[in-house]
C-alpha cells in the first residue's frame, strides 16, 4: 500500500509535464491584511510543491488548460498579466516554459527551483519533430526539462520552493518547514521505492513511449530508450 501511495505521487509527477536564480524577492506591493500571497507557477510539479509547502497561506494559480502541454504553451495576455502581477513566480529551469523567453517578467520576483542543480542538466542532442496537441509542432532537443523525474531533484526544487517562500512570507518561515520536510520524506521514501524496484531491472533494455525519461533514467541507470509515437 505504501509503493502504491508513492507510485501515484510519482505518476502525478509525471504527468505536467537560461533563468534568473533565486535571489532577495521584491513583493510587488503592500497586500491588504488578510490577502494571501499569489504565486504563479509553469508546471503541475511546481503547483504541488507549492501547495504542499504553503498550504492555507499562498494563493497558487496554474493557468495552463489542461489538454495542453505545459512545456510548450503559449498563454494569452490575459495569462501573462497574471505572471506578472504576481507575487512569486515559481519556474522550472533547465529550458523549461519556452514562451519565457518572449515575454517580460519582473525577474526580482522569478526563482529557478533548478538553480542548484545545474550541473545535473541533460543535454538531448536529437529530438523527433512531433505534435500531441493544440500547442503545436515542437521538439524536444536542447536540454531535458523534466528534472522532477529524478527524486532528488524534485527534493532540491522543493527546497527552493520552500525558501522563496519563506522570503516571500517570513512570519510563516516554520510552518513552511516543517511542511517542506514531509514532502522531503515522502519524496526521499519514493526514491527508495524505485532504487528498489529498479535495482532487479539492470541493464535489461526498457522502452518509454515519450521522451521526457532522461533524469529517471540517469538517476537509477536504466538502459531506456524512447519509442516516439507522435505526428513527425
Not at 545535473?120 to 528534472?147: C, N, R, S, W
Not at 518509454?208 to 531506456?224: I, K, T, W
Amino acid at each position: 500500500m505504501q509503493y502504491l501511495r508513492f507510485g501515484v505521487l510519482f505518476i502525478a509527477l509525471s504527468i505536467s509535464s537560461c533563468y534568473p536564480s533565486s535571489g532577495t524577492l521584491s513583493p510587488k506591493a503592500i497586500r491588504p491584511l488578510g490577502e494571501r500571497p499569489r504565486v504563479f507557477v509553469v508546471n503541475y510539479p511546481l503547483r504541488y510543491f507549492a501547495e504542499r509547502i504553503g498550504g492555507d497561506y499562498i494563493e497558487v494559480h496554474f493557468p495552463v488548460p489542461a489538454d495542453i502541454d505545459p512545456a510548450f504553451w503559449r498563454p494569452d495576455s490575459q495569462v501573462i498579466r497574471g505572471f506578472q502581477e504576481a507575487d512569486l513566480i515559481l519556474l522550472n529551469g533547465a529550458g523549461y516554459a519556452k514562451w519565457l523567453q518572449m515575454v517580460s517578467l519582473p525577474t526580482s520576483r522569478m526563482v529557478n527551483t533548478t538553480e542548484a542543480v545545474r550541473k545535473k542538466y541533460i543535454l538531448v542532442k536529437d529530438g523527433v519533430t512531433h505534435q500531441h496537441g493544440p500547442e503545436g509542432k515542437h521538439t524536444h532537443a536542447g536540454t531535458a526539462f523534466t528534472t522532477w523525474l529524478d527524486p532528488t531533484i524534485a527534493i532540491a526544487q522543493a527546497r527552493s520552493v520552500k525558501d522563496a517562500l519563506a522570503k516571500l512570507s517570513p512570519e510563516h518561515a516554520s510552518v513552511f518547514e516543517a511542511n517542506f520536510a514531509e514532502l522531503e520524506k515522502d519524496l526521499a521514501a519514493l526514491d527508495a521505492e524505485f532504487e528498489a524496484v529498479f535495482a532487479g531491472v539492470g541493464q535489461q533494455p526498457l522502452l518509454a513511449s515519450h521522451p521526457v525519461y532522461q533524469y529517471l533514467a540517469q538517476r537509477y541507470g536504466l538502459n531506456l530508450q524512447s519509442v516516439h509515437l507522435g505526428t513527425r
